[in-house]
């Protein structure tokens, strides 16, 4: 995995600042920020679901964020089924002082865009995931996100 990491890291070095928006997708490890992957990162996303460990594994991601000096560093709330997940979610991050971007609700139209092999916005375009993800996309292009 090194190498692969490497490779990610000389790519976005390589991109001009304020040129492009680029987005990268990492596994659910710290190693990329101990490969030093995220050395030319100005915005983390940490997706959390509203369960225990994916909470505290997305605030312990969120302090290497802080740690390693990332400008801009939100929570996406992901698979929200209702107000107890919401609550709870909120609650969690207000406790830890993370800020969150977006909820995204749970949507059964993803497995079954997985279980098809397609992708989520050509399985079903007017899917409470792809409007969600695009709101997010539109907030991360504002010039004042960053």
């Not at 890291?9 to 928006?21: D, H, I, S, Y």
């Not at 089924?81 to 207000?94: N, S, V």
Request: proline share 5%; net charge negative.
């Amino acid at each position: 995995m090194c190498s692969n990491h490497s490779t990610v890291r000389g790519l976005l070095k390589e991109v001009p600042a304020g040129e492009r928006v680029v987005i990268v997708d990492t596994g659910a490890s710290p190693e990329h920020f101990t490969r030093g992957t995220t050395e030319f990162i100005d915005v983390m996303l940490v997706v959390a679901e509203p369960y225990f460990k994916s909470l505290e594994t997305a605030r312990r991601y969120y302090g290497f964020a802080r740690q390693l000096g990332i400008p801009k560093i939100w929570v996406v709330a992901n698979k929200v089924r209702g107000i107890e997940d919401q609550a709870a979610i909120e609650e969690f991050c207000r406790h830890h002082d993370m800020e969150i971007l977006a909820w995204i609700p749970y949507d059964a139209s993803l497995a079954d865009a997985e279980r098809l092999g397609a992708a989520p916005l050509d399985h079903d375009p007017a899917s409470a995931w792809v409007n969600t993800t695009s709101l997010i996309v539109e907030r991360l292009l504002e010039p004042e996100s960053v």
